[in-house]
C-alpha cells in the first residue's frame, strides 16, 4: 500500500478514500457528467452521514495533516516502577496529538 502522507499531490483514478479518514486532505477534481471541475481547501478525507469528497471525482490529491491513530499502552506498575506502592492496579496511558 502506498504512503500518501507525504504532503505531495498523488494522481487519483477514482475508488476509495486512500487515506485515513479523519487526515485532512486538498483535492482537485472533476465531474464529468456536470462538466464541472475544482479544487477543495482542507478538510476531513471522509467524514460518514455528511457531505465530504467525492473520491469518485478526485484526479489528483494531498494529504495536508496526516492522522495518526494514537498509540495506546497498559502495563502493570508493580512489575516496572520500584517506586509504585500498590499491585493492584494497571496503568493505561494513550498518546495525545495536537
Known amino acids: 500500500m502506498a504512503d500518501y502522507n507525504d504532503g505531495k499531490w498523488h494522481g487519483w483514478n477514482g475508488g476509495e478514500c486512500p487515506v485515513h479518514p479523519k487526515s485532512e486532505v486538498e483535492a482537485v477534481w472533476h465531474d464529468p457528467r456536470l462538466n464541472s471541475a475544482g479544487m477543495t481547501g482542507p478538510r476531513p478525507a471522509k467524514v460518514d452521514n455528511e457531505p465530504t469528497?467525492?473520491?469518485?471525482?478526485?484526479?489528483?490529491?494531498?494529504?495536508?495533516?496526516?492522522?495518526?491513530?494514537?498509540?495506546?499502552?497498559?502495563?502493570?506498575?508493580?512489575?516496572?516502577?520500584?517506586?509504585f506502592?500498590?499491585?493492584?492496579?494497571?496503568?493505561?496511558?494513550?498518546?495525545?496529538?495536537?
Do not use: M, N
Open 53 to 83: 469528497l467525492a473520491w469518485a471525482h478526485v484526479v489528483k490529491f494531498r494529504v495536508v495533516k496526516e492522522y495518526r491513530v494514537p498509540h495506546e499502552l497498559t502495563f502493570d506498575p508493580a512489575k516496572y516502577a520500584t517506586w
Open 85 to 98: 506502592d500498590s499491585t493492584d492496579g494497571l496503568i493505561h496511558v494513550c498518546e495525545v496529538q495536537s
